[in-house]
C-alpha cells in the first residue's frame, strides 16, 4: 500500500508538475498572442473547433484506454489497438476534409473550410499520440510523458509567437496546435521505445471495442452538451462578439480542463489497480474529491471577483467585453470539475456507461438551454451553465453511487470545504473590491489576490484544518499522510 501511494504521489508530482510549467510557457506565449490577434479571429477559430471536438470524440481514445483498465495486455492487444487507432483516425481525417464547405456554409464563413481541412491532419498524430502514453501510464510512468508535453508545449509556444509576430492571423491558431500534436507523437514514440506494427486483424478484441465504445459513447454525448453553445453562439453571434465569449470560456475553463484531466490521467491506473478493493477505491476517490476541490474551488470564485482586473491586466483593453462574461462563467467551473472527477473511478471499474448516461440527460436539457441563451448573447450563454450544467455531476452521483459505495454524506462532506470557504472569500473580496480607492487594475488585482487568498487560508485554517493539512503534506512532505481505514 505504500508502495502504491508512493507511486501516486511521484505520478501526481510529475504530472501536475509538468502541466503547471507547460501552462506557464503556454500562456505567457497565449497572452502576447491574444493582444496581437483579433477578436473576431477567436470567434472564427471557434467555429471550427466545434467541428474539430465533436469528430475528435471518434479518436478512439478509448480502444487505448482499455489497455489500462485490462488487467492484462500482450503485443497482439497492442498491434489491434494500434490497427484500430489508425483505421478510424484516418477515417475522420477524411471525413473532416471533405465536409469542411457543409461547416463553412453553416457558419456562412468561407474561410471555415480552408482551416479545418488544414487541421484535419491533428487527427493523423492520434495514433502516435494515445497508444505510447497509455503503455506508459499503464507502468505509472509520467516522467517521460511529462517531458514529451513540455517540448511539445515549447514547441507549440514557439510557433504561436512567430506566427502572430509574422501576421499569420487566424492561422496562428491552427498552426500552433498542429506542431504541438505532432511534436508529441514524435516525442512519445521515442520515450515509450515503440516498435509494433498495428495488426488489422481484429478478431478476439471485442472486450477491448466494447470498452472503447462505451467511452466513445459517453464523449460523444459530453461533447454535443459542452460544444453546442459554440455551435449554436457561431450561427447568431457575430464572430467579434463569439470571440469575446469563445475567449471568455476558455479563460474559466483553464483549470478544470487543463489541469484537472492531467490528474485524472493519475487517477485511471491507480484506481484501476484497485478495482477489486471498493472499500479502497471509495476513501481514494473521496479524498481526491475533496482536495481537487479545495485547490480549484477558491481559484474558480475568485476569478469571478477580480474579473475586471484580471481581464485588463492579462488581456489589455480590446477585450473588457468579456468581463460580464467571465464573471459569470466562473461560478459554474466547480460543476465541471466535480463531473470531471467521476469517469476516472468508474472507467477503472469497467463502467463507463454510467457517464455516458449521464451525458445523455445533459444532452437532453443543455442544448436547449443555451438555444433559448443565445438570445441575450454571451451572458445569456454563460448562466446557463451556471443554472443548468450542474445537472450532469449531480445525474453522475446519482448513478454511481451504488457502484462506488458513496453516499449524500459522503459527497457533502469531500465538496463542503472548498465550496464553502471559497464562498466566503468571494463575498470578503467583492466588498473590498468595490471599497478600494485604488483604481489601476495592475494594482488592486495584487492586493485583492492576496486578500483572497489570506481570507481563503484563514478560513480552512479555523474550519478544515485537517483537510488543509492533508494537502499541504501531499504537496511539500516526502511522506505521504497515513492512510485511514476505510468505512
Known amino acids: 500500500m505504500t508502495s502504491m501511494r508512493d507511486s501516486v504521489k511521484r505520478a501526481v508530482m510529475w504530472r501536475s508538475g509538468s502541466q503547471i510549467l507547460s501552462q506557464i510557457v503556454a500562456w505567457s506565449a497565449t497572452l502576447i498572442v491574444i493582444r496581437i490577434l483579433d477578436p473576431a479571429d477567436y470567434g472564427i477559430f471557434a467555429m471550427t473547433q466545434v467541428i474539430l471536438t465533436f469528430l475528435a470524440f471518434l479518436g478512439g481514445y478509448g480502444f487505448a484506454s482499455s489497455l489500462i483498465q485490462d488487467r492484462e495486455v500482450d503485443e497482439r492487444k497492442i498491434r489491434q489497438a494500434f490497427g ?28 471555415v473550410t480552408e482551416l479545418l481541412r488544414v487541421q484535419a491532419l491533428i487527427f493523423l498524430s492520434t495514433p502516435f499520440i494515445a497508444l505510447p502514453e497509455v503503455l506508459l501510464t499503464r ?22 509567437l512567430t506566427c502572430a509576430l509574422s501576421d499569420f492571423g487566424v492561422w496562428t491558431l491552427v498552426f500552433a496546435p498542429l506542431a504541438a500534436f505532432w511534436t508529441r507523437g514524435i516525442c512519445l514514440m521515442i520515450a515509450a521505445r515503440f516498435t509494433y506494427w498495428p495488426s488489422f486483424d481484429l478478431r478476439g478484441a471485442g472486450r477491448m471495442f466494447n470498452f472503447g465504445a462505451a467511452v466513445l459513447a459517453g464523449h460523444f454525448f459530453w461533447t454535443l452538451v459542452t460544444q453546442s453553445d459554440i455551435f449554436i453562439a457561431g450561427r447568431f453571434l457575430t464572430p467579434e462578439n463569439l470571440g469575446y465569449y469563445a475567449e471568455g470560456l476558455f479563460l474559466t475553463t483553464i483549470v478544470a480542463v487543463r489541469f484537472v484531466p492531467a490528474l485524472n490521467e493519475v487517477a485511471f491506473p491507480a484506481y484501476a489497480q484497485l478495482q477489486d478493493d471498493r472499500a479502497a477505491l471509495r476513501y481514494s476517490f473521496l479524498k481526491a474529491v475533496r482536495l481537487i476541490m479545495l485547490a480549484t474551488c477558491p481559484m474558480f470564485f475568485g476569478m469571478s471577483a477580480v474579473a475586471p482586473e484580471m481581464v485588463a491586466v492579462l488581456l489589455g483593453s480590446k477585450w473588457l467585453s468579456m468581463i460580464p462574461i467571465v464573471t459569470v462563467l466562473a461560478f459554474a467551473m466547480p460543476a465541471l470539475t466535480l463531473h470531471s472527477l467521476f469517469a476516472p473511478a468508474l472507467n477503472a471499474i469497467g463502467k463507463p456507461g454510467i457517464t455516458m448516461q449521464a451525458s445523455i440527460i445533459g444532452f437532453c436539457i443543455v442544448p436547449a438551454a443555451f438555444y433559448i441563451g443565445v438570445g441575450w448573447g454571451g451572458v445569456g450563454l454563460a448562466w446557463v451553465w451556471v443554472l443548468v450544467f450542474p445537472v450532469l455531476p449531480l445525474s453522475v452521483f446519482l448513478l454511481a453511487k451504488p457502484h462506488l459505495g458513496i453516499s449524500h454524506g459522503h459527497m457533502l462532506g469531500a465538496l463542503a470545504p472548498g465550496l464553502g470557504a471559497s464562498a466566503v472569500m468571494a463575498v470578503v473580496v467583492t466588498l473590498a473590491s468595490a471599497n478600494l480607492p485604488v483604481e489601476s487594475p495592475f494594482i488592486r488585482l495584487p492586493l485583492l489576490a492576496a486578500l483572497g487568498a489570506a481570507t481563503y487560508g484563514g478560513l480552512l485554517l479555523l474550519v478544515a484544518r485537517e483537510t488543509l493539512g492533508e494537502l499541504i503534506r501531499l504537496v511539500i512532505k516526502r511522506k505521504p499522510p497515513v492512510v485511514q481505514p476505510a468505512e
Do not use: H, W
Not at 86 to 100: C, E, K, Y
Open 84 to 111: 484500430m487507432l489508425l483505421l478510424v483516425n484516418g477515417a475522420i481525417a477524411t471525413v473532416q476534409f471533405l465536409g469542411a464547405p457543409l461547416a463553412a456554409a453553416y457558419y456562412r464563413t468561407e474561410m
Open 139 to 160: 507502468e505509472m510512468d509520467f516522467k517521460r510523458p511529462a517531458i514529451c508535453n513540455l517540448i511539445a508545449t515549447i514547441v507549440s509556444a514557439s510557433v504561436a
